[in-house]
Structure formats: C-alpha cells, structure tokens
C-alpha cells in the first residue's frame, strides 16, 4: 500500500509540471557579492525598488538568451508618491560561474496589468519600452545586477504592473537565473523561451525570480505609510 501511496504521488507530482517542461535545477548562491552594469546617479530619496531584490537560489540550466522574463510589480510596497512613479529602470540578478567574456543585447518593458481574473493578474499593454541595449562582458565571474535603462518619457505609475527585460541574442559563456529564498508565488514570476509565458513556479522555482524595477516618485521625496509588516516582507 505504501508503495502504490508513492507511485500514485509521483504521478500527480508530473501531472502538476507541464509536459516537455525543464526542470529547476537549485542550489544555493556561493557568493552574494554584487557586481553592477550600471550605477544609479539618482537621488536614492526618491528611488524605490518594486519587484524582488532578494537572492539566495541558483538555477542552473535554465537560461538560453533570446528569452523574455517578467515579475509582478506593485508600486503599494513603496512609500506613498501621491505624483505617481516614474519606472527608471529593469534589473535581473544573474550569476556566471567562470570568468567569461559574454555580451548581450537586451531590452526592458513596463506592462499594464489586466485584471480579467483577479486570483492571476495578466500583462496588459505595453506602455514603456526601451531600445536594446548591449551589456557584457560579465567579468569577473559571480553575481551580477543587470540593469537596463528605460527612457525619460515614461508615463507615471500609481497601480500594480509587470516589469520586464527581452534578451534578443545568447552567447557561449550562459549563467544561471536567481531568486530569493521563497516560496515561489504564483502569477509573479513570468519566462517565455519562444512557447508562450509560463509561470517559473510551475517549474519547480524554489523562490521568486530576483528581478525588480527601480521607480522614481514624481514631485519630491516619498512619505513611508506601509505597515510594519510589509516594510519587513520588502528585505525577506
């Protein structure tokens, strides 16, 4: 009996993972010391990351390039901007584990949200877009915060969105996607590989992919009014 309570586990556990899927493989950072694309000159007064900035899980044999990555954003989690938030930015953690001599061509995005099924908020119009742009070479090896620029023009945020960063090319020297310790919530974390996005939790992602936008509050320095509670969850 207890064998066939095994094998029938087993069955629902690959039900649960689409077919053909590719599997996570985690283990944890072995350096957490960040290496930077682009250094922010902005007021941080103003600056608030919305996203995940946590990283802890590595997750190899996942990364190919010409893919798309996307993360649920709620400008709530910052303080309050009556103005509204300026998205400034998109950064992906990203981690090589040789010295390498990689360059990528890689674009951001700002996505509306659609809200036709409240329990799994959708990507809406794209409302901000940058040119791609050529990163690289990651060297040296370890983790690095690649951060794309979007432009000044975009228009202010006030709801929940969708950030996202589109690698057009790959290279020979890939790294291994990141997230934070977890769990993985599910309708936040997005990849597309050319089949369509899917949710990286149907995976077996161990956390959230550790990707963020940085957004710039309108008109002057925000004022925090967040709970206790949430201003802990934003440094878990």
Known sequence: ??????????????????????????????????????????????LCTAGNTGYYWTVGDWFTGNESYRIYCDPGDCASCPEG??????????????ENTCALSVSASIELIDNTDPECPMPGPTVCQSEPSTVGPFSPAGLWAVTIPLPDTCSSLEDPFFAALHFHDTCASLPVLITDTGPCDACESWNNWGAGWRQLCEYGFPGNLSLHATIECEGGTPVEDASWGTIKGKYR
């Open 1 to 46: 009996m207890v064998t066939k309570a095994i094998v029938a586990l087993a069955v629902l556990l690959m039900a649960a993972v689409p077919a053909g899927a590719r599997v996570a493989e985690t283990q944890p950072l072995s350096s957490k010391a960040v290496h930077l694309t682009v250094d922010d000159w902005r007021d941080a007064d103003n």
């Open 85 to 98: 938030w300026s998205p400034r930015s998109v950064t992906i953690y990203l981690y090589w584990d040789v």
